[in-house]
């Protein structure tokens, strides 16, 4: 079983400013099989990226996705105010088939 | 894209089965896979099981024992039971369209790109 990891657990930065989280996993997994998602209170998550790097439909060009092997990163290029939510990264494996990781809270300096 | 809707009680008994249908409208479920998947109140996600349109399953081994998912195209909709729940089985669940795509080497993959808004199932006496 992949074990996701996401660092840090809560980035505190103001409108404007680059964030830059991280998701690693316990072993390599292919850059296809990585997605990402953002959830805010109340509400579902929302795909953000998959297969990596790909943005999914309606997704801001400010989100981008980087990464292989273990590590994983999304870039959010300049923080919106409605970019303040918690971000899954998630994988796609053999059993269990589908993986979350804990999440990355980014908060409101 | 497709909108998904969860209904089922929201107050479940310990021992008792769960159950909870997704409806879902603006396309037709066949052709696609469709998952359960829960949040306890706080924490993180959880992935429970998907569903194929054809009636295949598979579930998170953790969860195998007590889970039946089913599916139901004339109405366009699929279900979760859940059987002798718990209150660790406490959370919120949601039901998604699993995003199915084949790689560089024809190997599929999937993530979730529509999601319910999610319902809330408490266990409790």
């Known amino acids: 079983e992949v074990v996701l990891t996401q660092s840090p657990g809560t980035l505190s930065l103001s409108p404007g400013e680059r964030a830059t989280l991280s998701c690693r996993a316990s072993?390599?997994?292919?850059?296809?099989?990585l997605a990402w998602y953002q959830q805010k209170p109340g509400q579902a998550p929302r795909l953000l990226i998959y297969?990596?790097?790909s943005r999914a439909t309606g997704i801001p060009d400010r989100f981008s996705g980087s990464g292989s092997g273990t590590d994983f990163t999304l870039t959010i290029s300049r923080l919106e105010p409605e970019d303040f939510a918690v971000y899954y990264c998630?994988?796609?494996?053999?059993?269990?088939?589908?993986?979350f990781g804990p999440g990355t809270k980014v908060d409101l300096k | 894209q497709v909108q998904l809707q969860e209904s089922g009680p929201g107050l479940v008994e310990p021992s008792e089965t769960l159950s909870l249908t997704c409806t879902v409208s603006?396309?037709?479920?066949?052709?696609?896979?469709w998952s359960w998947i829960r949040q306890p109140p706080g924490k993180g996600l959880e992935w429970i099981g998907y569903?194929?349109?054809?009636?295949?399953?598979n579930y998170i081994p953790s969860l195998k024992s007590r889970v039946t998912m089913s599916v139901d195209t004339s109405k366009n909709q699929f279900s979760l039971q859940l059987s002798a729940v718990t209150a660790a089985d406490t959370a919120v669940y949601y039901c998604?369209?699993?995003?199915?795509?084949?790689?560089?080497?024809?190997?599929?993959?999937?993530?979730?790109?529509?999601w319910g808004q999610g319902t809330l199932v408490t266990v409790s006496s």
């Open positions: 998604a369209k699993v995003d199915g795509r084949r790689d560089t080497n024809g190997y599929f993959y999937g993530q979730f790109d529509s």
């Open positions: 603006g396309g037709s479920i066949s052709g696609y896979y």
């Open positions: 569903i194929y349109y054809s009636g295949n399953a």
């Open positions: 072993q390599s997994v292919g850059s296809s099989y």
């Open positions: 297969g990596s790097s």
């Open positions: 998630q994988h796609y494996g053999s059993s269990p088939l589908f993986t």
